[in-house]
């Protein structure tokens, strides 16, 4: 018995220790031959092999990123409150009680007090007590302020601002606090780890072209902007007749390497060899290829007249490809997961062809204590120079902190760095942070200069450079919305916050609304590019990952913008007769000037046909988003027509632009066709249909092929999730929540042929749907009700409950219906006409209770107008009083009764007779529908 309880307890304890161990984990990716690797300015031979050991990521052995920390720990926790600091008297300065130091960690006292408080309180709590803590100090003579901006006066009369609390701590809090869930776990660190390996990758293998600095700071670029990059470094330090000094200003200039510090060290440390050499010139001869191979054949006979077709209000993109990303405090829990962010959001839109995103970013990384650097040191690449010139970018990502005056973009030792930084810019404000600590070096602590941009920044330096740019900015900062800040951005569409949020959040919804922009997100193969169109589908399916939607914000309402273009649609495959004409249409305005002739491209599988008259229609200003051509054939054809996705290029106002994303789909492919075929009216094709496209998880579907082609001898099904199959009609079973593009191939006699259905299966899982709202009615009738129906398609459970809310205007009555089936009716009728905005909304309870879907969506707007909105309209009015003296005044009070309110009113005053005096007014009233009443009532006046 003795011997089985000490067994019992050996076990027990070695578990115990065992889930305390630092994690580890080891995982080696497949040699990578493309892309180009500089670390500290020396070349690093591929192939490269990415590697994960001791938490970090390695590139051939050289470590590319910081150790990751396991477990994660509270960087800002305290366990005991604090009393009042016993040195501080009626007569201390600021910076004593700033710098007051307690004795048991060495915290200064207001950060230990903050830390005791946002641990062990809930926020609102805890901001009101250390604001109270604060006041209390006896040198303190007041302090006012909000939020986190605070203004200290003391008995000696110093004034300072200072941040108090605020949202950075409120987050934490979130976090750490009474009810926080923790830092990240064991798996997630190790699967975050692995996310920005897998990137790494990734964007070696589509040549990216990468500048490592201290561990993590890197620039990168892709396809032809790597290859000028490229060509353009080794041209520069090779030139012997170039100092140190121009090579890095070179550097700099051209972007390269973004801070001057990187420069110095790039060119100190520059190493090259023969295998360098030899892979630019392997560039350079397939630049070569390239462009020769890019010269067309078929000849542009004539123009189509203007007005044979009208342009469906296209979308424009961003002017231009550059990204870029502002990171200026990376020491801090709030960004501790920043190089995710922004990998993830580089990872989204690389695809659409923008360039990889220069990242600027300060050095608090390198030194994960707050011990006291240099100014360029502390900086890093954050110097406010590059800020400005991010407004030169397509697409614009910042990272900080902020609050309801400003974003906060950099963090600085002294007053004196703070004022160098800005250049005497007056659109900034400094704040002292009293939240941390910001240790000297010698024992004590410095007051760190939070230099905050007010939302006039913007306003003077980006705003008219991102409109003429089209630019989209993301702001990833609290409050970034309420500040006024996303306002005056400028571009074709900013994306902001309207309270705190976390970094978790963030990433969620960067990955939603840039998932639809890009068309990786979808649902029911209805695609949401355009910026306002993403947006708008995350509010109405839920799809955001903040409690408040409204928090998440949208400037403009309607933003009009792509990331890239792509076909709306196009002449596909059979055709009715030997002669025609064939079109292709784009969601984007394209660039118009690239002659047309150079799109597409004709290969002739059997048969005679020629493509002729390409012209793109109603070209205006440069651009236009159709191009008609005539096919010309012989009997029977089959033709294969490549869409040449380069050629086709969005209008821009610059010199730059993106290509075309043939498949609505990132990444943009190579492989862009469609097919041209006739056969003596039989019309052949690739096609095929599923027994359900809209299922729950782990359901079999049934595919069958209905291909119309003669002698078929293979088949190739891609059911969108990595499984494939070379049966006809075969079966598949989906086991992850999603929407899935499903293809067949198909080889005959005549060639090759695919046909693509994107989004054609929808997978629900208990927490995914879609609801929609249809009505029907009769416009301008209040007599007949109006028939709401609610249709909920997604997983569904006779176990389940659905409760539909129908709203029947904003703020107004509303009929709850519940039952245990996914749809409900109700009908209303309207008392009074109007315009009225109607929405649904959906709550579905499981059977234990629990709520697994919410949903919000709107209706159909319902526009019940008065036809006869003059009717029974009396108009009239008194006067009181009927006698007035000179320089009086009299009440007019409305007596009109009948018509359809709201009324216009318009008031005639006429003339005294007798002196010629016209009182204060306006002119006659008018009714809705454009009959004048006059009046002729007087009043006298003496």
Excluded at 525 to 551: F, L, W
Excluded at 740 to 762: A, D, H, M, Q, W
């Amino acid at each position: 018995m003795k011997t089985f309880i000490s067994s019992a307890f050996l076990i027990l304890f070695s578990i115990c220790i065992y889930s305390q161990d630092p994690i580890t984990y080891t995982k080696k990716f497949p040699p990578v031959d493309t892309g180009y690797v500089f670390i500290d300015g020396e070349y690093i031979e591929s192939p490269y092999i990415v590697e994960i050991k001791e938490l970090t990521i390695f590139i051939n052995d050289r470590p590319v990123s910081q150790k990751r920390e396991w477990p994660e720990k509270n960087p800002y926790y305290f366990d005991h409150d604090l009393s009042i600091p016993p040195e501080l008297t009626q007569n201390s300065t600021i910076d004593d009680m700033l710098k007051a130091v307690e004795p048991s960690e060495h915290h200064h006292y207001i950060a230990a007090k903050a830390y005791y408080l946002f641990s062990h309180f809930e926020a609102n709590e805890a901001q009101e007590k250390i604001v109270e803590y604060v006041r209390s100090f006896p040198n303190v003579k007041s302090l006012t302020g909000k939020d986190e901006v605070y203004t200290i006066e003391t008995w000696n009369g110093e004034t300072r601002s200072v941040i108090i609390g605020g949202s950075q701590m409120v987050l934490n809090s979130k976090k750490w606090g009474p009810k926080g869930k923790g830092g990240r776990k064991g798996k997630g660190v190790i699967e975050s780890l692995k996310k920005n390996a897998e990137y790494e990758v990734k964007f070696l293998k589509d040549g990216s072209l990468r500048f490592y600095a201290n561990s993590t700071n890197y620039s990168a670029a892709y396809s032809d902007e790597a290859e000028k990059r490229l060509t353009l470094l080794i041209k520069t330090m090779e030139d012997n007749s170039k100092s140190k000094e121009e090579k890095e200003q070179i550097l700099l200039q051209n972007r390269i390497v973004l801070a001057p510090n990187q420069a110095k060290v790039f060119v100190e440390h520059w190493s090259s060899n023969n295998q360098l050499n030899g892979r630019v010139k392997k560039i350079e001869d397939h630049k070569k290829k390239r462009d020769n191979n890019n010269d067309m054949n078929l000849k542009n006979t004539k123009d189509l007249p203007d007005g044979t077709k009208s342009l469906d209000d296209p979308a424009f993109t961003p002017y231009k490809r550059n990204a870029y990303a502002w990171i200026p405090y990376t020491y801090d829990d709030a960004f501790s997961q920043f190089n995710e962010e922004i990998t993830e959001v580089e990872d989204n839109i690389i695809g659409q062809d923008y360039y990889a995103i220069d990242r600027y970013i300060d050095n608090h990384v390198a030194d994960p204590q707050y011990t006291y650097q240099t100014y360029d040191q502390l900086v890093g690449t954050c110097h406010y120079i590059n800020f400005i010139e991010m407004a030169n970018g397509g697409f614009l990502y910042v990272l900080a902190h902020g609050n309801t005056n400003g974003i906060l973009l950099t963090v600085l030792n002294t007053l004196d760095d703070a004022n160098l930084w800005v250049q005497g810019d007056e659109s900034f404000y400094f704040l002292e942070n009293t939240n941390f600590d910001w240790p000297d070096g010698s024992g004590g602590f410095l007051n760190p200069i939070y230099v905050f941009a007010t939302p006039e920044w913007p306003l003077l330096h980006w705003q008219y450079q991102l409109t003429q740019n089209n630019a989209i900015t993301i702001l990833s900062v609290c409050d970034s919305y309420t500040s006024g800040w996303a306002q005056n951005c400028g571009g074709g569409a900013v994306f902001s916050y309207n309270s705190p949020t976390s970094q978790d959040d963030c990433i969620y919804n960067n990955e939603q609304l840039l998932g639809r922009m890009n068309g990786s997100i979808h649902l029911f193969q209805n695609y949401h590019r355009k910026a306002g169109e993403a947006y708008n589908r995350m509010i109405s399916t839920g799809q955001v990952s903040i409690y408040d939607q409204s928090d998440f914000k949208i400037t403009p309402d309607d933003a009009n913008i792509t990331l890239c273009p792509s076909p709306v649609d196009y002449t596909k495959n059979a055709v009715s007769t030997e002669d025609g004409t064939g079109y292709i249409e784009f969601d984007t305005w394209c660039n118009s000037t690239i002659s047309a002739t150079q799109t597409l491209t004709l290969q002739v599988i059997s048969g005679n046909v020629t493509l002729s008259n390409f012209n793109w229609v109603n070209p205006t200003g440069g651009k236009s988003n159709r191009i008609e051509y005539n096919w010309n054939g012989d009997g029977n054809f089959q033709a294969k027509i490549t869409v040449n996705y380069d050629k086709i290029r969005s209008y821009s106002g610059t010199s730059e632009y993106h290509r075309l994303d043939f498949d609505k789909q990132t990444p943009i492919e190579e492989e862009s066709y469609f097919c041209l075929i006739y056969s003596d009216g039989i019309i052949p094709g690739v096609n095929f249909f599923a027994d359900n496209t809209n299922v729950p998880l782990n359901t079999t579907v049934n595919f069958y092929d209905i291909s119309s082609y003669d002698e078929i001898s293979a088949w190739s099904w891609n059911f969108g999730n990595g499984s494939t199959s070379d049966l006809q009609n075969p079966s598949h079973t989906y086991t992850s929540a999603g929407s899935y593009t499903v293809s067949l191939f198909i080889t005959t006699t005549y060639g090759n042929f695919t046909e693509t259905k994107t989004g054609y299966i929808t997978v629900f899982d208990e927490s995914s749907g879609d609801m929609t709202c249809d009505i029907s009615y009769s416009p301008n009738d209040i007599s007949t009700p109006v028939l709401f129906t609610g249709n909920f398609l997604g997983y569904s459970s006779p176990d389940y409950t659905y409760v539909f809310r129908f709203v029947f205007d904003y703020n107004s009555q509303y009929q709850e219906i519940d039952g245990n089936i996914p749809n409900a009716t109700v009908t209303y009728q309207y008392p009074v006409y109007g315009t009225y905005h109607p929405y649904i909304s959906l709550k579905i309870n499981n059977s234990s209770g629990a709520q697994v879907y919410s949903s919000v969506s709107s209706c159909e707007v319902l526009y019940l107008e008065n036809p006869d909105p003059c009717y029974d309209f009396v108009v009239n009015f008194s006067i009181s009083p009927s006698t007035i003296t000179p320089g009086g005044s009299y009440t007019i009070t409305d007596l009109t009764t009948g018509g359809t309110p709201p009324y216009n009113w318009c008031w005639f005053f006429l003339m005294d007779p007798y002196t010629g005096n016209t009182p204060e007014g306006g002119e006659q009233s008018q009714c809705i529908n454009g009959i004048y009443f006059y009046f002729d009532t007087l009043a006298e006046i003496f």
